[in-house]
DNA sequence: TGTATATATTTGTATATACGAATATATGGA
DNA sequence: TCCATATATTCGTATATACAAATATATACA
């Protein structure tokens, strides 16, 4: 039962389930989840590192930019799992919030519209990223 | 969301949620699950504790036995969380292998029948119970 | 190659909670 | 009241994992 305590583990810690229930939006990257969250980068990537163990998500690199999406394919179990969060989480209002500020993050920044190398060789790049 | 990560801190320790599934079948007492787990008392009454305070289960004392059944009525998130553990758990060889352990236990202990003034003023109460 | 950026990891520390062993409490019966 | 039983709690300790701050790594670009 050791991978069926570890997903409970998983998602016993309030920002790891928020992030979670973030990504079955879509792909978002570390840069994003520090402002959503506003929290430090080391926290955000230590409870994805923590999150990846544990078989919720994968990463893609683009340039300096990691990416984090649900892995796929999912184990089942933890697929089930994610099911069961949506139905009962997704009205919450501080998950409505959460996704209401990842909008707001994603309209407002470039890292997740393409990958680093096309952005560094746009001009007004360094001017977009000014903005945080 | 302190209850919501609370629900899954409490699940997280396998032997809560294997607790928590044989109590699906109904009310046990404190004994039966030392027997059914081969595990300490002191061990046992702790997550049961633990149980109790994250919302899982409510306790009813008969004479000197403590008998533990899930709490009514539940939370709804609770509720639907077992409902879930149900679908996806019951078929697990070592969840299966319990509840045949409960069957065992239940059938030959008489703490589970009635309550303890009844019992101990039975005769042949203390015989039934030197087996142990 | 050297610098800057984004992310990951390490370090030192704090907290939650696990454990076994011992002790306390509550009940029932002599 | 005193003892035995069932259960709960405490004590001392170990482990997992949280945190912030610091440092390391990987990539891009000059």
Redesign the pocket.
């Known amino acids: 039962m050791d991978k069926t305590t570890q997903i409970y583990?998983a998602l016993s810690?309030e920002?790891r389930l928020r992030i979670v229930m973030l990504l079955t939006h879509g792909e978002l990257?570390?840069?994003d989840l520090m402002e959503i969250f506003g929290e430090?980068?080391?926290?955000i990537?230590?409870?994805?590192?923590?999150l990846k163990h544990s078989g919720f998500v994968k990463?893609r690199?683009a340039?300096?930019?990691?990416h984090y999406s649900l892995k796929e394919p999912l184990d089942s179990l933890i697929e089930a799992h994610i099911a069961f969060m949506k139905e009962q989480f997704s009205e919450l209002p501080i998950i409505q919030e959460d996704v209401r500020r990842m909008e707001e993050v994603k309209s407002s920044k470039l890292c997740e519209k393409s990958d680093?190398?096309s952005l560094?060789?746009t001009k007004g790049f360094n001017k977009t990223?000014e903005g945080k």
Do not use: D, F, N, P
Request: aromatic share 8%.
């Open positions: 583990k810690e920002i990257c570390v840069c430090t980068q080391s926290k990537s230590r409870h994805l590192a923590y990463s690199r340039g300096t930019w990691m680093a190398k560094r060789t990223r």
